[in-house]
């Protein structure tokens, strides 16, 4: 299943995802690398370490893609072919000191018995896994801890991969050495002891550090008395507003128009949410800012990572799945791109007393069977 075929409430949510996305290409960029970095020589002063200047990105090698975050931390992801329940995750914070993980995980046949021991087997060659924490009964997953260089070694010249547990299941190579080389790029890699494919002997010490993360703070908690998510009308104000009306009308199930939010964010201004149509899993909300008893009402703006106006369709103050926490002061969304969530996009905003401002964003573009907890986050903050 893709983000494509999605109903129209789903279908926000690719959007999200799309807005993140490149297109890709295969296994033949491996070689459109930027030459090395001259290295200083010896009789140079020291240098701070350098610091990395990345934005959030995807790209898709194929069967793979590879996604970098603010913080600079990266992840390249391996899926089963044909839409499968299988993966496997290697990601790799930024800076000279960081060392890789492998992850990976699929559904065993419902008819095999027992776990078995876990293990990744590239062309033959076994890679003994742990179980990791986040495994359950039914969804095991496993993490290479020992040999995990070699183990990336395989995967970049490697033709078969197989998750081995209880059962089996095959994880596409197409595209794993273009997907670790763009990371290596992306970080500041290329050439040194610290790549993940393309080593060489440029120092270490060349590797860029992380980046400083973006501070946000949220407003101080306030009495919410007479809002929340039951029993709330619309003001007159916004129900006048014609989209809001287009979107009551997208809502007229009792299930879905009932589900108007609201919350007091100051004493001058308040949060509501209208329904505005819903799928089998997803419902839509368009949020707005208001004065007092609803008066004044305008869009409640929510960027992603790409910042406002980057998706020509989705409205800026559209969620699917949102909800308003007045404890934390913040705005989530879970866009599912089916019932089980383990893909779609997740987001969170904190209100400033200004606005609503972007504090995290994961996404996953496949339906693989990844947990939520495990996507990649393109975007996160103090």
């Keep these: 299943m893709t983000l494509n075929g999605l109903s129209r409430g789903v279908a926000l949510s690719a959007l999200v995802l799309s807005a993140l996305s490149i297109a890709g290409c295969g296994d033949k960029d491996a070689a459109k690398v930027p030459a090395a970095t001259q290295v200083a020589s010896p009789s140079a002063p020291a240098a701070a370490a350098p610091v990395l200047q990345i934005r959030p990105e995807t790209k898709i090698f194929r069967d793979w893609s590879a996604t970098c975050g603010n913080d600079g931390t990266c992840w390249a992801f391996g899926f089963a072919p044909e839409f499968a329940a299988g993966w496997v995750r290697i990601s790799l914070a930024p800076g000279p000191n960081a060392q890789p993980q492998i992850l990976f995980g699929y559904w065993p046949d419902g008819e095999a018995k027992g776990a078995g021991p876990l293990s990744l087997t590239i062309d033959g060659r076994a890679y003994p896994a742990v179980l990791g924490a986040a495994s359950d009964a039914e969804t095991p997953i496993g993490e290479i801890r020992e040999g995990a260089r070699a183990a990336l070694d395989a995967m970049a010249q490697g033709k078969v991969m197989i998750i081995r547990g209880a059962s089996t299941q095959e994880v596409s190579l197409h595209g794993a050495a273009a997907a670790l080389l763009w990371i290596d790029e992306k970080q500041g890699r290329l050439d040194t002891p610290t790549a993940l494919i393309r080593r060489g002997d440029r120092p270490a010490a060349l590797v860029p550090i992380a980046p400083s993360l973006p501070t946000v703070t949220p407003a101080p908690a306030v009495d919410q008395a007479a809002f929340g998510d039951q029993n709330q009308r619309l003001p007159a104000a916004l129900r006048a507003r014609t989209e809001v009306g287009d979107c009551l009308k997208e809502s007229a199930m009792p299930a879905v128009s009932d589900m108007v939010m609201s919350a007091r964010l100051d004493a001058r201004t308040e949060l509501w949410a209208v329904p505005c149509g819903s799928g089998a899993y997803n419902v839509t909300h368009n949020w707005y800012l208001t004065g007092p008893g609803g008066r004044d009402p305008r869009p409640a703006m929510l960027a992603g990572s790409e910042g406002p106006g980057s998706d020509p369709v989705m409205q800026d103050n559209a ?35 200004q606005g609503f401002t972007l504090t995290q964003e994961s996404v996953m573009g496949q339906c693989a069977g990844v947990p939520s907890d495990l996507w990649p986050v393109t975007w996160r903050t103090r």
Excluded at 327 to 351: E, H, M, N, P
Aim: with cysteine; glycine share 14%; charged share 15%.
């Design 319 to 353: 969620t699917v799945n949102g909800a308003y926490d007045p404890k934390t002061r913040t705005l989530s969304a879970f866009a599912k791109a089916r019932g089980i969530g383990d893909c779609g996009a997740a987001q969170t905003w904190a209100w400033t007393g």
